[in-house]
Nanobody, 124 residues
Framework: QVHLGESGGGLVQAGGSLRVSCVAS????????MGWFRQAPGKEREFVAAISSTGGSTYYAGSAKGRFTISRDNAKNTVFLQMNSLQPEDTGVYYC?????????????????WGQGTQVTVSS
């Protein structure tokens, strides 16, 4: 059974930084592309960043580009999202997601596995 467990969320002031992590179990991991999505209250879940199975390719939403960095450690079955220069509009539940395949995608429906999410709140 696949399990994705996020951690590292919290409350931070605008301009601050956070790093969220996701540990995966029950899947090969080194063969799976991974992504981060977020969902603000009353809004749809939206793509933030994705990384290919080897880590050689990454892709970011426009809102994340230049501020967020996705990375992975295949030896530890872990994917990270480093978030800098956080703004109140970055507030939401951040979800880790995995694909059965190694290539990057950025739509919710392209991901097969989901974590429970971790709350990130940015105060102004």
């Amino acid at each position: 059974q696949v399990h994705l467990g996020e951690s590292g969320g919290g409350l931070v002031q605008a301009g601050g930084s956070l790093r969220v992590s996701c540990v995966a179990s029950g899947l090969p991991f080194s063969g799976n592309a991974m992504g981060w999505f977020r969902q603000a209250p009353g809004k749809e879940r939206e793509f933030v960043a994705a990384i290919s199975s080897t880590g050689g390719s990454t892709y970011y939403a426009g809102s994340a580009k230049g501020r967020f960095t996705i990375s992975r450690d295949n030896a530890k079955n872990t994917v990270f999202l480093q978030m800098n220069s956080l703004q109140p509009e970055d507030t939401g539940v951040y979800y880790c997601a995995g694909r059965k395949y190694g290539g990057i995608q950025f739509k919710v429906e392209d991901y097969d596995y989901w974590g429970q999410g971790t709350q990130v709140t940015v105060s102004s």
